[in-house]
T-cell receptor, first 115, second 113 residues
């Protein structure tokens, strides 16, 4: 069975600090996709990234970066120089790559960035 | 291009009533999936529609149903509402399969009293 664990329920940081959100996953599949979504107070889930299990290269997009490590089944997300607008709930998700399968989400990490 | 539109944004219903929620996907997207978000259970998959057919289903009772129209718009229906159905219902739009880039709407927040 697939499972995603986000052990950090809530994190508070001061603006301009760097913060890392942890994501650990479980799957028996060798091919899978990993996702990160941001959920601001308005409710919609904003797509941030989708990663194929064969691609272990780290990715950077502006202040966001992702560290994918298959050896530890982790897909961590780092925000550099955090801003108040980064305050939201962040979800990590997993889906099998074979066939059309739904996303399995972690419980989310609520990030509060204080000015 | 326009995003995923869900209507209504908020609903208040009484136990035992039924409710219909609507989702208009991004133009050109044929897969529409529905998720329920509650504080206790988190985000859980309800079902997915593609080309007017239910292609995948989560572990929810038969009171939860849906359909998709020829223009890819989708509706979900919950009959005989229970207090536990209080949740944010989110719709996701994808080009063809659920595990490609899925874009979500703002959700419908359902309150059951």
């Amino acid at each position: 069975a697939q499972k995603v664990t986000q052990a950090q329920t809530e994190i508070s940081v001061v603006e301009k600090e760097d913060v890392t959100l942890d994501c650990v996953y479980e799957t028996r599949d060798t091919t899978y996709y990993l996702f990160w979504y941001k959920q601001p107070p308005s409710g919609e889930l904003v797509f941030l990234i989708r990663r194929n299990s064969f691609d272990e290269q780290n990715e950077i997009s502006g202040r966001y970066s992702w560290n994918f490590q298959k050896s530890t089944s982790s897909f961590n997300f780092t925000i550099t120089a955090s801003q108040v607008v980064d305050s939201a709930v962040y979800f990590c998700a997993l889906s099998e790559a074979s066939g059309n399968t739904p996303l399995v989400f972690g419980k989310g990490t609520r990030l509060s960035v204080i000015a | 291009k326009a995003g995923v539109t869900q209507t209504p944004r908020y609903l208040i219903k009484t136990r035992g009533q039924q409710v219909t929620l609507s989702c208009s996907p991004i133009s050109g997207h044929r897969s529409v999936s529905w998720y329920q978000q509650t504080p206790g259970q988190g985000l859980q998959f309800l079902f997915e529609y593609f080309s007017e057919t239910q292609r995948n289903k989560g572990n929810f009772p038969g009171r939860f149903s849906g359909r998709q129209f020829s223009n890819s718009r989708s509706e979900m229906n919950v009959s005989t509402l229970e207090l536990g159905d209080l949740a944010l219902y989110l719709c996701a739009s994808s080009k063809d399969s659920m595990n490609t880039e899925a874009f979500f709407g703002q959700g419908t927040r359902l309150t059951v009293v």
